[in-house]
């Protein structure tokens, strides 16, 4: 982690998050307490920023200079809002495609997935504030760089990012082993979105009940489910298929 990717004690923190800047996750020591570390609470509320808190020693990892307690992490990208991005798509006149992760916290994955997002031209994906992988470093390098370019934005939940599109004409499909139907039973040629679940959850079961269909990649061998950044290429693939045979 590089000094500048970090942003530690109280009041330089404080100062960040009221500039605005792009933070993805703040660590606090435990047992903090007193008037500033109230003052940055109280400037936390209904931000969408990760706040975890740790022991005095995970603190000390990070940094030996005067932490004070608290390390923020800079994002490495501006995230957009989805309520900008999909307006903008549609002024374009384009149906847009868009990719969902739900509760994938592996960086490797996040970046695969994010290359195959750009190259088949996604137009954003959508991470939730919490429990999620964030724009690091790592995920940009496993991303070949897609991450610079590809606009990603982060949501409170993607609960409400489902609900919110679908409220804007924007059919969602989940991918589930659960499915009844296969992938490639699906018509994607109008504006569609599809969301992908962890490698040992899958997609969470309150977010299933309210997409639009459940679709899977059939199998036939003995490993219980594909790699989720393989399993997203396959279905990003069928979306860039069919519109192309549409378009023809």
């Known amino acids: 982690m590089k000094e ?3 942003i530690f004690g109280i009041r330089a923190v404080i100062e960040a998050i009221q500039a605005d800047k792009e933070i993805d996750k703040i660590l606090i020591r435990r047992d903090l307490q007193g008037e500033l570390s109230k003052e940055l609470f109280d400037i936390l509320k209904g931000r969408l920023i990760q706040v975890q808190r740790v022991p005095q020693e995970r603190l000390d990892r990070y940094t030996r200079k005067n932490h004070q307690g608290v390390i923020a992490f800079v994002s490495a990208v501006t995230y957009q809002k989805l309520e900008d991005i999909i307006p903008f798509i549609y002024e374009q006149g384009r149906d847009p495609f868009l990719v969902l992760l739900d509760g994938i916290t592996d960086v490797r994955n996040f970046g695969a997935i994010a290359r195959t997002c750009e190259c088949a031209g996604v137009d954003a994906i959508v991470i939730p504030s919490k429990g999620s992988v964030s724009v690091n470093a790592d995920a940009i390098k496993t991303s070949a760089g897609a991450l610079h370019i590809l606009p990603v934005c982060k949501v409170k939940s993607i609960h409400e990012a489902i609900r919110f599109m679908q409220q ?38 309150d977010n ?41």
Do not use: W
């Open 4 to 6: 500048n990717e970090l």
């Open 168 to 205: 804007s004409g924007i059919k969602v499909y989940a991918a589930s082993e659960k499915a009844a139907e296969n992938y490639t039973e699906i018509n994607y040629e109008g504006p569609t979105a599809i969301v992908m679940g962890a490698e040992d959850t899958g997609v969470s079961s």
């Open 208 to 248: 299933l009940r309210i997409c639009d269909a459940m679709v899977k990649i059939p199998q036939f061998g003995t490993i219980g489910s594909l790699n989720v950044s393989v399993a997203s290429s396959i279905l990003i693939y069928e979306v860039v298929r069919q519109r192309l045979n549409h378009s023809n």
